[in-house]
């Protein structure tokens, strides 16, 4: 849904492209806009520019773009209004409302998409800053609303972006470098709202306030060839989006039942780090509250936790060269209503103190294929989309009725036999022994496979405490295992 939205918004882009060039006339301006759609293998035209009076006027402002093998086209945004000011700046006028219709075709399947920008007391400024320019830009607010088309795979679905009390302020030529960038940027409140049509019909709404955003990077220099994917483009760019709250409301109708989920947060962060090996991303919550009913379950659930976060890092590209790769989950001090825990435990056999899951995992791999812009080869692998090369755990803890899990270490996978790792990993696990005579009590495990239980433990593992026990797992040259010191291959 993102890729078709994506040309769509280009005409919001017109107005926060940077410029690097010391001449500020509304021609250059307009030039290096194009030059720099250019630079990533896209065509930015107008069907009409008229230049009087230090005023550049463009009509039909078109953007074309091919994209990993995603042709986009884009039309229907102007006029735009260039004015050149007396004290050497200049003035951006757009309409108040942009209608446009973006066509996009992948694999020989063209979606055409329609939707409307709207823009309520717009204010832009482009001046001269040393080597660069700043682009100043305040709205009283701003909407994006566009429809995704019924696919195979896809219900009829409307989307819509509005933003309210926004303040930018974009400089390019950071540095020492003309392809450099810095955007910051606050919002009172931004709300997102999807709905989707047909038999499982959905309606969500995200809404966040206090907005703050802070990103900087660098375009790169030369210019990709059209077809070009994210591996190629050069592009790096990395910051965060803050908030001081949330709200989510998710309402579905469907052949099992109504759903409903209604959640809070009091704060929470987006972090986005691009490199030329890695795409990251980071999505963290604080002070969540979680109340959802679904279908053919007797009680509503409620939840809420401290800190939510889910990150990932993903290899970008394809070659010899070890990518690095990462996972970052954290569900920290998640409490459970006690009318849930009473379904499946209403003795209280268990403790129901605070649930936290950590993991915390990085590594290396060498990509046979580009995930982000080899489709073809995507599709046909037959297996992983490349070798791994080495893993560290950085900490993985899992702390659930009174028990808590722990590991840590680091293993490579040699060539040519990736399936024999070297390295170590250590294991310990405390309240074990409880927790499992609890779910025997319960009836959720058998008494016999408690007794297995203990005794593969018992295997791997030495006591160093009361109902504590510790394991080293050491992996070595030519397939050996052992834990503790003791062979276990």
């Known amino acids: 849904m993102s890729r078709h939205a994506a040309a769509g918004a280009a005409a919001l882009l017109l107005t926060t492209a940077p410029a690097a060039w010391a001449d500020l006339s509304a021609e250059a301006v307009w030039a290096d806009w194009q030059a720099l759609y250019e630079r990533f293998g896209g ?31 884009s039309s229907g945004v102007g006029p735009i209004r260039l004015i050149e000011q007396s004290d050497g700046s200049l003035t951006v006028e757009i309409p108040e409302r942009i ?40 709205a009283d607010a701003f909407a994006y609303v566009f429809d995704v088309p019924e696919t195979e795979n896809q219900e009829e679905t409307a989307v819509s972006m509005t933003m309210r009390d926004i303040a930018s302020t974009y400089t390019s ?153 990462g996972l970052d989950i954290a569900m920290m001090n998640l409490v459970v209503d006690d009318a849930l825990w009473s379904l499946f435990d209403p003795t209280g056999q268990l403790p129901r103190e605070p649930a936290t899951l950590i993991v915390d995992v990085d590594g290396s791999a060498v990509m046979t294929a580009d995930i982000f812009g080899d489709p073809e080869a995507m599709a046909a692998l037959g297996g992983p989309p490349g070798e791994l090369k080495s893993a560290t755990i950085d900490e993985i803890r899992l702390t659930v009725a009174g028990a808590e899990l722990r590991a840590d270490g680091a293993v490579t996978f040699p060539t040519p036999d990736p399936s024999q790792p070297v390295g170590t990993v ?52 030519g397939g050996g295992i052992s834990a503790n010191g003791m062979p276990l291959r």
């Open 43 to 73: 065509q930015l035209t107008a069907t009409s520019e008229s230049y009087e009076g230090g005023v550049l006027t463009l009509e039909g402002v078109q953007l074309g773009s091919d994209l990993a093998g995603a042709e986009m086209t």
């Open 99 to 138: 209608p446009f219709e973006t066509t996009t075709t992948v694999d020989d399947e063209t979606i055409t998409q329609s939707g409307e920008m709207t823009f309520t007391g717009t204010d832009l400024v482009i001046r001269e800053a040393g080597a660069g320019r700043t682009y100043d830009m305040t």
């Open 173 to 325: 030529g950071q540095g020492g470098s003309a392809t450099s960038f810095v955007q910051d940027l606050t919002a009172s409140a931004m709300a997102v709202i999807v709905g989707v049509e047909g038999e499982d019909a959905m309606d969500v709404t995200y809404e966040m306030t206090g907005i703050t955003s802070s990103f900087a990077g660098d375009y790169g220099e030369g210019t990709v060839e059209p077809g070009a994917s994210l591996s190629d483009l050069g592009l790096t760019y990395g910051g965060a989006i803050k908030h001081t709250g949330s709200t989510l409301s998710v309402a579905g109708t469907g052949s099992s039942g109504p759903l409903q989920i209604d959640g809070t947060s009091e704060a929470g962060s987006i972090d986005i780090d691009l490199t030329t090996e890695k795409l990251g991303y980071t999505v963290a919550s604080t002070g969540g509250q979680l109340t959802a009913q679904v279908p053919q379950f007797p009680l509503p659930i409620a939840i809420s936790m401290d800190e939510l976060r889910s990150g990932f890092a993903m290899p970008i590209g394809a070659g010899p060269e070890e990518r690095p790769f």
């Open 426 to 477: 250590n294991l310990a696990l405390d309240g074990g022994n409880a927790l499992l005579d609890a779910l025997v009590a319960l009836g959720f495990v058998p008494a016999q496979n408690a007794g297995f239980i203990r005794g593969m433990a018992g295997a791997v593992a030495r006591p160093v405490g009361d109902d504590q026990l510790e394991s080293t797992i050491e992996f070595t040259p």
